[in-house]
């Protein structure tokens, strides 16, 4: 089946300096999301990707979608101590849609302030 | 509010004790599933269910069982639980198909199997 990878499986920061996560499916994707999982909470969902070579921002935050649709990357631009969490990437089963969504191991951020 | 509530957030049990995790959605997503958290393996897919009657196997169903009688609930049940399905576990719902397919977790049922 489809399978997700992501790196590195920790990455712990000084507070101010970039961070980027990376994650690699081996199969084309019809789209990839991103979801943050704080410490003691539950994923939340950051932004959905679906054009080959996308890249969405969200204020420090941009994401890219590979031109093969295969790979994704989640940059952080100067971290700050909110952005402390895990984060996933995820991308869907057979078929396109998500309903058998596959999950990476995810990326815990931990940020020295 | 827009949310899925997932009872109870702690629970301790003993093998074999059968017992059921409810989750409710209210924001009439066709689409629930089930997933377990484990350290160093990520978020797995145990069943999902695309509409009302309509589940299917994840990646990790063994030792699970779902049912789908209404749209807005999902409960999981272990007939008969094991130490080994101790796990932190969400539920999660969207909508099917569309732009609008990201999921909606619940705050998650940390399970204890002694």
């Known amino acids: 089946g489809q399978q997700v990878m992501q790196i590195p499986q920790y990455q712990h920061v000084q507070e101010g300096e970039d961070f980027t996560t990376y994650c690699n499916s081996s199969t084309t994707l019809s789209n990839i999301q991103w979801y943050k999982q704080r410490p003691g909470g539950h994923p939340v969902f950051l932004i959905q990707l679906v054009k080959s070579g996308e890249v969405k921002k969200q204020k420090r935050l941009t994401f890219q979608f590979g031109e093969a649709k295969k790979n994704s990357s989640l940059h952080i631009t100067a971290t700050q101590t909110t952005d402390v969490g895990t984060y996933f990437c995820a991308g869907p089963g057979s078929g396109g849609s998500n309903y058998k969504l596959t999950f990476g191991k995810g990326t815990l951020l931990t940020v020295n302030p | 509010e827009a949310q899925v509530t997932q009872n109870p957030r702690y629970l301790i049990t003993v093998t074999g004790k059968k017992l059921t995790v409810t989750c409710s959605q209210n924001m009439n997503h066709e689409y629930m599933s089930w997933y377990r958290q484990d350290p160093g393996l990520g978020l797995r897919q145990i069943y999902y269910?695309?509409?009302?009657?309509?589940?299917d196997k994840g990646d990790v169903p063994e030792g699970y069982k779902v049912s789908r009688k209404e749209k807005r609930n999902f409960p999981l049940i272990l007939e008969s639980p094991s130490p080994n399905q101790t796990s932190l576990y969400f539920c999660a719902s969207s909508f099917l198909q569309g732009p609008n397919e990201k999921l909606f977790f619940g705050s998650g049922t940390q399970l204890s199997v002694l």
């Open positions: 269910s695309m509409n009302v009657e309509v589940t």
